[in-house]
């Protein structure tokens, strides 16, 4: 989980926050309403994460639950992300010589979504 979400916010120079659950299901059908109360069998790995770039490294690990319930909070600086815009303009890349290449993800998306 944490290689996973540090490596999209490097990716994306952008602030990636990854939930998980802990504990689990003793079956498929525990996902319904009616079976909330049960004890649940240690399927989940939990870990939940906030990570993001922090000026001059690309990917920093800013927040991290272990295996059990708990709640993850960090303060984020936009000024950090920003930096990175100066050196890696990647938006204006994406529109400017790259826009062949984004059209072709959306376009191959919209037809993922509707099927054709």
């Known amino acids: 989980m944490s290689h996973t979400t540090a490596t999209r916010a490097q990716e994306n120079l952008c602030y990636v926050v990854s939930a ?3 504990g689990g299901l003793d079956s498929a ?3 319904g309403g009616g079976r909330l109360d049960e004890g649940r069998t240690g399927d989940f790995l939990g870990h939940s994460m906030i990570a993001g770039p922090a000026f001059p490294r690309f990917s920093q690990i800013y927040a991290e639950a272990g295996n059990g319930e708990e709640l ?3 303060t984020l600086s936009f000024e950090k992300l920003h930096r990175w815009e100066s050196i890696f303009p990647w938006r204006d890349w994406r529109a400017g010589h790259q826009s062949g290449i984004s059209e072709l993800i959306a ?3 919209q037809k993922l979504a509707h099927g054709s």
């Open 29 to 31: 059908g525990s996902y």
């Open 107 to 109: 376009s191959e998306f």
């Open 72 to 74: 993850v909070t960090a």
């Open 20 to 22: 998980n659950q802990v």
